[in-house]
C-alpha cells in the first residue's frame, strides 16, 4: 500500500542550506557556531562590498565591470541576509504557522481538493528549490573554475584573472592564491544565501496564493450540504461557515503583510541592483568576444538574474489575482433564497475582497509582472521589438476597441440593476439587487498577460508613445546620415569662403 502523503516541514531544505552558512545562529547555537555565524556574516557577507570600493574607484569602467556587477549583486545579498539574519525567529514562526491549521487542515478535515492544490504547490516549489539553487551554484563555481585555470596554466602573472574584483596587485604569489580563497568563500556563501532566501519569498508567496485557492474552494462548497431554510437552526449552520471563511481570509491577510513587512527594504535594493546587474552584464556581454567563455557565462548570469526576477514579480502577481478572486466565488456562491443576514455577510466579504493585496517592495514598487517587465523591457532594449509591433495599427485598434467595449457593457449591468423598478418589492428581492449591484459596479477588464489593459486608454498610449520614439529616431538618424558634413553647415566662417569662392569663379567667367 502507498504511504500517506503528510506536509511537514514544507521549507527543510532550503533551512537546513542557511543553518550550514551560519544564517540561522540562536542563543541558544553552540559557541563554534556563532563564531563560524559571524564570519560568515560579517566578513563575507557585509563586508565583501566595502572591499570592492577600491576597485570602483581606482580603475577605469571597463576594467571594473566585474567589480561593479559584483557590488551590485552584493546589493542583493547583504540586505536579504541581513533581513533574514535580523528577522529569523519571526520567520522561523511563520514557516512553522503556515503548517497548521488554518493554513494545513487536519488529514482527516482535507478533501481531495485542498490535498491536490498543496500536493502542486509543495511540488512546484521544491523543483524550483533545487534547480534555481543549483543554476546559482553551478554560475559561480564556473568562475571559481575559470580563476583557477587561469593561474595554473598562465606562467605571465599579468594574465592570472579573478571574476569577481581584484582590490589588491595579484600580479604575485601569495596575494593571488589568498585573495583567490576569500573571494571564492564569500562570492559562493553570498550567492547560495541569497538564492534560498529568494526561494524562501517565492515559496511562502505562492503558497499564500495557494490558501487564497482554498478559500474559493471553502466558498464553493459552503452550501452543498446546506438547506436554504430561513430559520434560526440554518442560519447557525450558516453562520459558522463563514466565520470560518472570514477567519481564515483574515488571518492569510495578516501573514502576508507580516512576511512582507520582513523584506520590504530588502526587496528594494532587490530591485534596483537587479536592473544595474542585467545593465553591466549586457554591456560587458557586448564587448567580450563569441569565442571567449566568458561571454557564455557572462548570457547565463543574465538568465539567471532575469529567471530570479521574473519568479518573485510572478509570484507577487498570483497573490494579487488569487485575493481578487476570492470576491468573485463569494458571486459565484447561490445565495438567493438564503437568509438575509447570510446575505449581508457576503456582501462584507465581497467589500473586503475587492481591494486587491498587492505585495510592495519598499513599500511603493509593486511586486508584480507589470514591475517586471518595465525593468527587464528597459535594460535589455527589449522595448524597441515591441514599438516595432505599432506599425498594425488598424489590428491594434480592433484589440483594444473590443476590450473596451466589453468593459463598457459590463458596467451598464449596474444601471439596468438600478432602472428595475424595485421600490415595494419584497426586502429579500432588494438584498440580492443589491449584492448583484456591488459586483457588476466593478468593471470587467480584458487583460494582456494579466496587467495590461486592454482598451481605447492603452491604445492612444501605444500611439502616443511610438510617435515619441519615431520623432526621437528620425531626428537622431537625420544628423548621422551625413557625418562628413558635420559642424561644417555650422562653421559660419567657412560658409562665407565657399560662397565668395563662388562668386569669384562666376565673375572670372
Known sequence: ????ITFQNFFYV??????????????????????????????????????????????NFRDALPSWFTFFGFLIVTPLSLSYYIYRAPINGILKEIEQEPFLPSP????????????KWWRFKNAQSYLFILAMAATIGIQIILSLVSRLTNADPNNWKLGYGEFVNITYSPNFEIVFVYQSCAVFSSAIVAATIIVIITGVLSYIATQFKILQHNLKIMLSNKNLDNSDVYWNALRKEIEKC?????????????????????????????????????????????????????????????????????????????????????????????????????????????????????KFIDMSLLSYAQVSWHDTDFYKTVLEGTSLVFATYLINACGENVTHESNQIANTVYEIDFVGTDLRFQKSLVT?????????????????DISLIAYTQIMKTSYTIYAMLKTTNGKKMFPEYEGNLSDSGHINEVQGGCENNSNDQ
Open 108 to 119: 482527516e478535515k482535507m478533501d481531495n481538493v485542498v490535498k491536490k492544490l498543496i500536493t
Open 246 to 362: 472570514v477567519v481564515y481570509h483574515i488571518h492569510i491577510t495578516k501573514t502576508l503583510k507580516k512576511f512582507e513587512g520582513m523584506f520590504s527594504i530588502a526587496m528594494l535594493f532587490v530591485f534596483i541592483s537587479f536592473s544595474c546587474n542585467v545593465c553591466f552584464d549586457m554591456y560587458r556581454a557586448s564587448i567580450i568576444p563569441l569565442q571567449n567563455m566568458g561571454f557564455y557565462r557572462t548570457v547565463f548570469e543574465v538568465t539567471i538574474v532575469l529567471a530570479a526576477l521574473f519568479l518573485i514579480n510572478k509570484c507577487g502577481e498570483t497573490v494579487t489575482y488569487e485575493s481578487e478572486q476570492v470576491a468573485n466565488a463569494v458571486y459565484n456562491i447561490e445565495f438567493v433564497g438564503t437568509d438575509v443576514r447570510f446575505q449581508k455577510c457576503l456582501v462584507n466579504l465581497i467589500r473586503q475582497s475587492q481591494k486587491p493585496i498587492r505585495v510592495k517592495a519598499g
Open 1 to 4: 500500500m502507498c504511504k500517506p
Open 436 to 452: 448583484l449591484m456591488r459586483q457588476s459596479q466593478k468593471p470587467i477588464r480584458v487583460k494582456a498577460g494579466k496587467f495590461m
Open 14 to 59: 532550503e533551512t537546513y542550506i542557511l543553518n550550514i552558512f551560519g544564517i540561522l545562529s540562536t542563543e541558544t547555537s553552540s559557541v563554534p557556531y556563532k563564531i563560524y555565524s559571524f564570519i560568515v556574516v560579517v566578513c563575507f557577507i557585509a563586508a565583501y562590498p566595502f572591499v570592492l570600493i577600491k576597485d570602483l574607484v581606482s580603475l
